[in-house]
């Protein structure tokens, strides 16, 4: 499955984007869908993940501002991201794989990164 990344930024901080992640190929199928984010001089670490059921997981940084959503007719995942502070800014990248390995963060399909910075 080939994953493309949307939505990347400069936003204030407070303010919002919505990212997201549109699948060609094949549909995601039953794979978890998660999101990534790299900022400079750090590891990347997963943001948040849906599964083909819905089911979410968040991490702490970002629970009760970012939201993840899945459209499976469309193939699509985004990833709402609210109340943006200046430690959110990275890379972002989505990717696919069964859940286990997408919280592992091991997933083996990845789209490209896109940038979202926000500036204090």
């Known amino acids: 499955v080939q994953l493309q990344a949307f939505g990347g930024g400069l936003v204030q901080a407070g303010g919002s984007l919505r990212l997201s992640c549109a699948a060609s190929?094949?549909?995601?199928?039953?794979?978890?869908v998660g999101w990534y984010r790299q900022a400079p001089g750090k590891q990347r670490e997963l943001v948040a993940a849906i599964t083909l059921g819905g089911t979410t997981n968040y991490a702490d940084s970002v629970k009760g501002r970012f939201t993840i959503s899945r459209d499976n007719a469309k193939n699509t995942v985004d990833l709402q991201m609210n109340s943006l502070k200046s430690e959110d800014t990275g890379v972002y990248y989505c990717?696919?794989?069964?859940?286990?390995?997408?919280?592992?963060?091991?997933?083996?399909?990845w789209g490209q990164g896109t940038q979202v910075t926000v500036s204090s």
């Open positions: 190929g094949r549909s995601f199928g039953n794979y978890a």
């Open positions: 990717a696919a794989d069964y859940r286990f390995k997408v919280l592992a963060g091991t997933p083996a399909y």
